[in-house]
């Protein structure tokens, strides 16, 4: 299934696209795609639906589309975790997974405008899988479990500013919580329909150039490893996001002058069987 929420910023109701691609509303059925959604009976309950074919189109099928998740309880995030990647940034393979957090507060809808901070002139663009929990996961001993604890798949921008990253001190969640820094969706597609998540064409253009263009096969740590890894550190629950890391070709890595973003560039993102985003970037 793809699930989506659509409509004005906070004021977003459930819809999915049923199997002819069409809009329909499940806001007569479930309140919200959130964690109670994937934790209860809310995925059956609309799948069920779906194949009896009785749901209603939503009256504007151009409605804005908003992030697939109602705010997540965390967003955990890998970082330097495909080779290219740790290569252009001149950073060595990590023995283990590069664990960061991002505040939720960060995430938008897909084509909703990115914001340059104040202050800011190294903000940069980073495609990433991003994996939603559908049932806790602690304390995780094996691939299988992880996996059986990811509800679906979506299109994360883990938008970043690299001086405050880097240069100012501290954690990198300095240069990774700025608001509108996590475009997330169009969908949340299930589990279901994503048999390999290591096997997904991630790709990101800025302004019509090609700048990311790799695959979750050439990850570090695949998905399953680190659903597992993550849950040795922390419980993670249903609806929270882990951003897996992104492929080389981040403006942090390209040569000088780094062509960093500016206000009216325009990103576009996608990644294999889950959607496309599209932003103007605009300044705080």
């Not at 109670?36 to 099928?61: K, M, W």
């Amino acid at each position: 299934m793809k699930l989506l929420r659509v409509g004005a910023a906070g004021q977003e109701r459930p819809a999915a696209l049923d199997a002819d691609g069409r809009l329909v509303d499940l806001s007569g059925l479930v309140a919200e795609i959130d964690g109670d959604f994937l934790a209860g009976a809310g995925v059956s309950t609309v799948r069920a639906a779906l194949a009896s074919g009785d749901l209603p189109p939503l009256p504007d099928p151009a409605v804005r589309v908003g992030p697939p998740i109602a705010r997540p309880g965390k967003i955990v995030c890998v970082g330097v975790n495909y080779s290219e990647h740790a290569s252009e940034t001149v950073a060595e393979l990590p023995t283990e997974p590069i664990l960061f957090m991002k505040a939720s507060n960060t995430v938008v809808g897909p084509d909703d405008q990115v914001l340059i901070p104040r202050g800011s002139s190294k903000t940069d663009w980073e495609v990433e899988l991003a994996v939603v929990i559908g049932r806790p996961a602690r304390y995780l001993e094996t691939d299988s479990a992880a996996l059986a604890c990811v509800a679906g798949y979506t299109i994360s921008n883990d938008v970043s500013e690299r001086e405050f990253q880097l240069e100012r001190g501290g954690q990198w969640d300095k240069g990774k919580s700025c608001e509108t820094f996590n475009p997330l969706g169009p969908w949340l597609v299930t589990a279901d329909e994503v048999p390999d998540p290591q096997r997904l064409g991630l790709r990101l253009s800025v302004n019509g150039q090609l700048r990311q263009d790799g695959s979750t096969r050439n990850m570090v740590f695949g998905v399953a490893e680190i659903v597992r890894y993550v849950s040795q550190f922390m419980v993670l629950e249903p609806g929270d996001v882990i951003n897996t890391g992104t492929p080389g070709g981040v403006a942090l890595g390209l040569p000088e002058p780094k062509p960093y973003l500016r206000a009216g560039d325009v990103i576009e993102v996608e990644i294999d069987g889950l959607g496309r985003q599209r932003q103007t970037v605009g300044q705080a």
